[in-house]
């Protein structure tokens, strides 16, 4: 049975060269998806010669779920949370979904100490409604009975997609609930109600590819792989405005474990997470960050997904990566990425790059 229809996300552009289990994909709207590129990428991919994939930097986790489409082993990684947990609902996750009882049982939870609770007390007056706020620290507490894994994850992945879908433009800069409340539907469902859809959405989402994949949450800079083929789509150096994912996400990354381990700055209006360093979002160290990140994985076919409104510029990366791979080939294609459409986000319109070092 076919997910919800998502009534504000369009299908994927020319789904009759992509995977068929791609139509199944959740979309996650996120800074820089690759989600219309899919086509290029899936051309790219097929023209190489692997079986086993690692996505270092898998994000939404789209990459990851058109590798394992394409039947490769697959083992994603990225270095927050959230992201991990998007893979490991879709991409690690061969066969199990939540059922009826399951997402009974979690609408039915009750948070029932002040621990619990933590979620309507920090972000009352931020962000949703009390009644939501609440929902959330209650679904929490019924996802931590659950001894399942995977099941965990969907239940996880599907309160994510939720939860970003009923902010307003996606993001987590805007303290104010009621703002941009333009009557589109996802703003008029309430969280519990996106829940419900979402959990559907996500259980239509997965299949088994007959390979063993698997999803890490770790710095790049530790991750070892023996795999075929590694993807990298890394944060970057814009050229201008900036690229913290913390910043736009940070609801998310600390929803995706309930804040466990993570530092809340409580002056901050909308009540940031403490952003972790990464060498690749500063002039200073992004070169060396590259080289680095090059030579750990000198032994796979290299394979970069890059702008070119960022630094450092195509001719340097070439030049690092050919310190490693006697060929590199670079592909291009003009993108507009549409995660700002106002009329003065000119700059989104860009050349897109993918780097294949081999």
């Known amino acids: 049975?076919?997910?919800?229809?998502?009534?504000?996300?369009?299908?994927?552009?020319?789904?009759?060269?992509?995977?068929?289990?791609?139509?199944?994909?959740?979309?996650?709207?996120?800074?820089?998806?690759?989600?219309?590129?899919?086509?290029?990428?899936?051309?790219?991919?097929?023209?190489?010669?692997?079986?086993?994939?690692?996505?270092?930097?898998?994000?939404?986790?789209?990459?990851?779920?058109?590798?394992?489409?394409?039947?490769?082993?697959?083992?994603?990684?990225?270095?927050?949370?959230?992201?991990?947990?998007?893979?490991?609902?879709?991409?690690?996750?061969?066969?199990?979904?939540?059922?009826?009882a399951d997402v009974e049982f979690l609408l039915t939870s009750k948070a029932r100490t002040p621990a619990e609770c933590f979620i309507r007390r920090t972000f009352d007056g931020i962000f949703y409604t009390p009644a939501e706020l609440s929902f959330l620290d209650d679904l929490w507490a019924g996802i931590r009975e659950i001894d399942s894994p995977f099941k965990r994850a969907v239940a996880l992945a599907a309160i994510l997609r939720s939860a970003i879908k009923r902010q307003p433009r996606g993001l987590f800069t805007v303290s104010d609930p009621g703002r941009y409340q333009d009557g589109r539907r996802d703003l008029q469902l309430t969280l519990r109600e996106h829940f419900i859809e979402q959990v559907a959405s996500y259980n239509a989402a997965v299949f088994s590819n007959g390979k063993r994949n698997s999803c890490t949450c770790g710095d790049v800079s530790e991750l070892k792989t023996g795999s075929d083929l590694v993807y990298m789509d890394p944060p970057y150096v814009p050229l201008a405005d900036d690229n913290c994912y913390i910043k736009r996400y940070h609801f998310l990354e600390g929803l995706a474990c309930y804040w466990e381990g993570k530092e809340i700055m409580m002056t901050s209006k909308v009540r940031k997470i403490v952003k972790p360093f990464t060498p690749f979002s500063y002039r200073s160290t992004a070169i060396d960050a590259f080289d680095r990140l090059f030579g750990q994985f000198a032994d796979s076919t290299l394979v970069l997904s890059y702008s070119s409104n960022a630094f450092p510029d195509l001719a340097t990366l070439r030049k690092l990566m050919g310190r490693y791979k006697r060929s590199v080939e670079v592909l291009e294609k003009t993108h507009r990425y549409h995660f700002g459409t106002h009329q003065a986000a000119k700059r989104n319109v860009v050349q897109e790059y993918l780097i294949i070092g081999t």
């Open 1 to 100: 049975m076919k997910p919800p229809v998502d009534l504000q996300i369009p299908l994927i552009p020319d789904t009759t060269v992509l995977p068929p289990a791609l139509e199944f994909f959740p979309r996650f709207r996120y800074m820089g998806s690759k989600f219309r590129l899919l086509p290029w990428i899936h051309q790219t991919f097929q023209d190489l010669d692997f079986e086993t994939a690692t996505d270092a930097f898998s994000g939404s986790g789209v990459v990851s779920f058109l590798l394992k489409a394409m039947g490769k082993q697959v083992r994603a990684n990225d270095s927050l949370a959230f992201p991990s947990v998007l893979t490991a609902a879709t991409v690690a996750n061969s066969a199990t979904k939540l059922d009826a």
